[in-house]
């Protein structure tokens, strides 16, 4: 079992920065691969960045096009999110989540534990 728990989201102005964190209640270093999605209100839950377990290959959403970046500190079982270039379309609750395999898949169904999410608003 792993515990989720995401931190830093807020109300920004577009073309802002702004940086989420992921706590886990426990090491997911070697065996759990990690990621990012986001859901906006009437919209399907959507992949926003993967991390494979040990912090290899990383993956993201078509849309973000190089705004924004993955990392993951397993010294500290954490996982951030740097969002660059905020747009109002990244409007939305952001989740963590964490999958006992070590490849990060884009289809949120393949995810077995989430954060309870943390809300990013954009303004224009």
């Known amino acids: 079992q792993v515990q989720l728990v995401e931190s830093g989201g807020e109300l920004v102005q577009a073309g802002d920065s702004l940086k989420l964190s992921c706590a886990a209640s426990?090491?997911?270093?070697?065996?759990?691969?990690m990621a990012w999605f986001r859901q906006a209100p009437g919209k399907e839950r959507e992949f926003v960045a993967g991390?494979?377990?040990?912090?290899?290959?990383?993956y993201y959403g078509d849309f973000v096009k190089g705004r924004f970046t993955i990392s993951r500190d397993n010294a500290k079982n954490t996982l951030d999110l740097q969002m660059n270039s905020l747009k109002p379309e990244d409007t939305a609750v952001y989740y963590c989540a964490a999958r006992p395999s070590f490849r990060a898949s884009r289809d949120p169904n393949e995810w077995m534990y989430w954060g309870q999410g943390t809300q990013v608003t954009v303004s224009s």
């Open positions: 426990r090491s997911t270093s070697n065996t759990y691969a």
């Open positions: 991390i494979n377990a040990y912090g290899g290959n990383t």
